[in-house]
């Protein structure tokens, strides 16, 4: 079993920051990418960010210059650095991880979601 923690989201002012964590816990042999997506009603999940083995990172276009995504391999954690937030950004925000694990041969775990909401 791989199990994700989610942190850090909450309620904030347009133009505010907020730093999401999400670490990973369990049977991991190997991580190779970590993510975060977002969902609204009425909308599907879509990519944020996502950053690969050998920090490899793509964005979705709407959060270009203003988010960064890292990763901590020491302790399988991967952040999302939200900056400039705007009232479009509000969503659930989902970590995801892709690998192998000791006794899978491949995963994808998904977080519990953590909701980000900005004001006007």
């Known amino acids: 079993q791989v199990q994700l923690v989610e942190s850090g989201g909450g309620l904030v002012q347009a133009g505010g920051s907020l730093r999401l964590s999400c670490a990973a816990s369990?049977?991991?042999?190997?991580?190779?990418?970590m993510g975060w997506f977002r969902q609204t009603p009425g909308k599907q999940r879509e990519l944020v960010a996502i950053i690969r083995s050998g920090d490899t990172t793509n964005y979705a276009d709407s959060v270009k210059g203003r988010f960064t995504i890292s990763r901590d391999n020491a302790k399988n954690t991967v952040i999302l650095q939200m900056n400039s937030l705007k009232p479009e950004d509000t969503a659930v925000y989902y970590c995801k991880v892709e690998g192998s694990g000791y006794d899978t041969a491949d995963f994808r775990s998904w977080g519990q979601g953590t909701q980000v909401t900005v004001s006007s």
């Open positions: 369990g049977s991991i042999f190997r991580i190779n990418a």
